[in-house]
């Protein structure tokens, strides 16, 4: 059965501190990964990667894929208030557009 | 560009009764999917879209169907609605088949 997991599933820092969030998978027929944003209710979307070993960036945020070892990790780096909120990922399944999410990991950065 | 919009926004339902969600999807994309989430089982995949042919669905009971309308809108219905429905359901589009999707703010329904 696919399955996607995430850690840690919570997770509590200060303003300016460095945060990993990780990401595994077993999926047949892997596609794509994605991770997304949810602070109220849409999720809004932040990465997708193909490529192994290729790394994305947007700001303070950056992501990267090992497909041989089957994970991604997404940091944050210089984390602000803004930043909490709950981080899915997601793996897409040959040419469909079912997503497997993984449970999410909920950030909370205090002041 | 607008975009996703779902409607409505809140549901409050008595068990038994069936419901009618509503996705636009952004203009130009032909492929939507629908999610269910709780907090228990997180994101869900309900069945997605294309082209007004339904290509994939997940692992949920018949009474949970859905379609896709030439303009790519689409609708998905619960009927005999039980508590355990009560969920944020959540409708994504993308232009193609396996491309980034994106979602909208979904609607929170509340089956009493």
């Known amino acids: 059965e696919d399955k996607v997991v995430q850690s840690p599933l919570s997770l509590v820092v200060h303003e300016g501190d460095t945060v990993t969030l990780n990401c595994s998978y077993e999926?047949?027929?892997?596609?794509?990964l994605l991770w997304y944003k949810q602070e109220k209710k849409a999720p809004t979307f932040l990465f997708m990667l193909?490529?192994?070993?290729i790394e994305k960036k947007s700001g303070r945020l950056s992501s990267i894929l090992d497909k041989k070892e089957l994970f991604s990790i997404l940091n944050i780096t210089a984390t602000q208030t803004g930043d909490s909120a709950v981080y899915l990922c997601?793996?897409?399944?040959?040419?469909?557009?079912?997503?497997?999410f993984g449970q999410g990991t909920t950030l909370q950065v205090k002041p | 560009k607008a975009g996703v919009t779902q409607t409505p926004r809140y549901l409050i339902k008595t068990r038994g009764q069936q419901v009618t969600l509503s996705c636009s999807p952004i203009?130009?994309?032909?492929?939507v999917s629908w999610y269910q989430q709780t907090p228990g089982q997180g994101l869900q995949f309900l069945f997605e879209?294309?082209?007004?042919?339904?290509?994939n669905k997940g692992n949920f009971p018949g009474r949970f169907s859905g379609r896709q309308f030439s303009n790519s809108r689409s609708e998905m219905n619960v009927s005999t609605l039980e508590l355990g429905d009560s969920a944020l359901y959540l409708c994504?589009?993308?232009?193609?088949?396996?491309?980034?999707?994106?979602f909208g703010s979904g609607t929170r329904l509340t089956v009493v």
């Open positions: 994504a589009s993308s232009w193609d088949l396996g491309r980034r999707y994106t």
């Open positions: 999926v047949t027929n892997f596609r794509s």
């Open positions: 193909t490529s192994s070993g």
């Open positions: 997601a793996v897409g399944s040959g040419n469909t557009g079912k997503l497997i």
């Open positions: 203009s130009g994309h032909r492929s």
């Open positions: 879209y294309f082209s007004e042919t339904q290509r």
